[in-house]
């Protein structure tokens, strides 16, 4: 079993209650209950050889821990907010902090003095470089490609304290001959927690001088007010725009505008795990527009988006995708189809920085040309996912884990050792329920696995094919962990198992991390009432056996004789 403070997406320290088998919302009474349960199997005394007396000293020792944390009401809130790193920072437990409120507002206060070093390092540069090409002339004459047009911006945002934000901004454009440029500065200044005010001033071809305030006005709604002056004509723009929550993951927006852009606009996004969207429509005295957007999350590295608009200004679709290459650069290509003709937009993205490169292929709406500009991007892309990407992803992916498999070597060893011991300490109590659930055909566990699944299954096929070739991490333990005995442990009388919701499962006792930085699931095959079940759970989600849904469609006869 490990020990760490926040695990990689961010989640709250949990391993306490993984380490005595209890759900986060676990009462006083059941964490003395769960800590009697444990104390019957790794007390000392329990043990007879001096080799099971120091295994159990060990572990009785991190129950001993859990317990006195998690049994105290002001270490427990601590520990819930803010993990081990709350306990170890030199948090106050004086009797004043007595609510989960003043606790937070004491944890806040000691790291207030670090985080105000660190605002002058958060300073934030964005940038974006267009280049726009033609390829009209070279489809019909074969001409050489043609520059039309170039643009560039740049932003600079840096914090200047806790509650105020400058950002400066620039842009230059080219295009036929023309070009132009402005210089923006913008100043925000949060004046409380639910109201800030933000003045934008930008000089060059638009002069212009506005000012927002925004305040929220309840838990799911927000109001803006806006007013701008422009230097080149005088005239000035009243903005009001009102934001909700329509639900938990739709929000709807109305704004008014008075001035030299009078219209409303009505506005709606949703934004879900697969598929978000957004659409947009707008009235005005001289203006009407309609726009949509729809987004589809194929995977966590890639989507698909379809865009659309119809208005005063023309009729325009544009459907594409992007793909994330890494962590910090994504690449994206969308096929522009509309009244002014068609167009690729090819876009990288690295870090605050993008280039994008328009090409227009024709000026008008050619079907013959708007048909190739569909065809041709999705069918290169089709074969270089399949014959380099992918491959190359694959064999990237694999180098990494082995690298990070190499660095945590050591740690990983001394993590496997202890769960060995904690397991020994387990085997004779799940021995005894393994067996008396066969009798009854209750609930045996065949097989757990705890960490990489992938690696694991790919492991079993080389030995179901006999492979000979030698592997390159032949030299490293498995990124995953057989964890059987400490899942037979975990049976209840009833013959029921339940891992709790939000709970790290390398915490549990018999376990440990056995590929950290990476993904890692449960997979336990297990026998009840004469069939065979199977399922594979996240390494932070809620696990119930049995249950029918994971059933497989064949007879467990051969299995149970193993028991016997």
Request: charged fraction near 25%.
């Amino acid at each position: 079993m490990e020990t760490s403070e926040r695990d990689q997406d961010g989640r709250p320290d949990r391993e306490l209650y993984a380490l005595l088998h209890l759900s986060p919302e676990a009462s006083d009474d059941d964490v003395k209950r769960a800590y009697r349960q444990w104390v019957q199997v790794y007390h000392p005394d329990k043990h007879q050889t001096p080799q099971m007396q120091d295994i159990a000293t060990q572990n009785f020792r991190k129950i001993r821990e859990a317990y006195e944390i998690l049994s105290d009401e002001r270490k427990r809130q601590i520990y819930d907010l803010y993990g081990m790193e709350g306990l170890t920072s030199g948090l106050e437990l004086g009797p004043k902090l007595k609510t989960r409120e003043e606790v937070r507002a004491e944890f806040e206060r000691l790291q207030q003095r670090q985080e105000e070093r660190k605002l002058a390092a958060h300073v934030h540069h964005r940038g974006s470089m267009a280049m726009n090409l033609s390829l009209v002339q070279f489809l019909k004459t074969y001409d050489a490609p043609r520059i039309t047009g170039m643009a560039m911006t740049t932003q600079v945002q840096a914090q200047l304290s806790k509650r105020d934000t400058l950002v400066l901004g620039g842009n230059m454009a080219l295009r036929k001959g023309l070009g132009g440029g402005s210089v923006t500065m913008v100043l925000s200044r949060q004046l409380s927690p639910i109201s800030s005010v933000e003045v934008l001033a930008m000089i060059g071809l638009r002069s212009v001088l506005s000012v927002h305030t925004s305040r929220q006005l309840s838990a799911h709604s927000t109001g803006t007010l806006g007013l701008s002056f422009s230097f080149r004509d005088g005239s000035l723009t009243l903005s009001n725009t009102w934001s909700r929550q329509l639900s938990e993951d739709t929000t709807g927006n109305i704004q008014l505008v008075i001035g030299a852009d009078t219209g409303v606009s009505i506005g709606w996004q949703k934004h879900g795990k697969k598929n978000s969207g957004s659409a947009d429509v707008k009235i005005g005295p001289t203006t009407f527009g309609v726009s949509g957007q729809y987004i589809r999350q194929f995977s966590s590295k890639s989507q698909g988006r379809v865009t659309g608009k119809l208005g005063s200004t023309g009729v325009e679709i544009e459907l594409g995708g992007e793909r994330k290459l890494s962590e910090h650069s994504s690449a994206a290509m969308f096929c522009v189809l509309g009244l002014q003709g068609v167009s690729w937009k090819i876009r990288f993205t690295r870090g605050g920085q993008k280039f994008i490169i328009p090409i227009t292929l024709c000026t008008t709406l050619n079907p013959f040309i708007a048909t190739g500009a569909l065809i041709i991007p999705s069918s290169i892309y089709a074969i270089l996912k399949t014959f380099i990407f992918k491959p190359y992803n694959l064999r990237r992916n694999r180098r990494k884990s082995l690298e990070l498999r190499r660095t945590t070597y050591a740690q990983v060893m001394e993590a496997r050792a202890s769960s060995e011991k904690a397991q020994l300490l387990l085997k004779n109590v799940a021995e005894r329920k393994k067996q008396k659930q066969a009798k009854r055909q209750g609930l045996v566990i065949l097989s757990a696995t705890y960490g990489d699944i992938k690696a694991y299954e790919r492991g079993l096929k080389r030995v179901d094919e006999d492979a000979s070739n030698e592997d390159d991490d032949a030299d490293l333990p498995p990124p995953y962990l057989d964890v059987t005995i400490p899942i037979q442990f975990l049976v209840d009388d009833f013959g029921q198992l339940r891992l709790h919701d939000g709970v790290k499962k390398a915490g549990l006792m018999g376990f440990c991390d056995p590929c950290p930085g990476e993904a890692k699931q449960l997979k336990v095959a297990y026998s009840y009432l004469g069939h065979q079940y199977e399922v594979v759970v996240g390494d932070y989600d809620e696990m119930r056996i049995p249950q029918e849904t994971h059933r497989l469609q064949r007879s467990v006869s051969e299995n149970l004789d193993q028991v016997d």
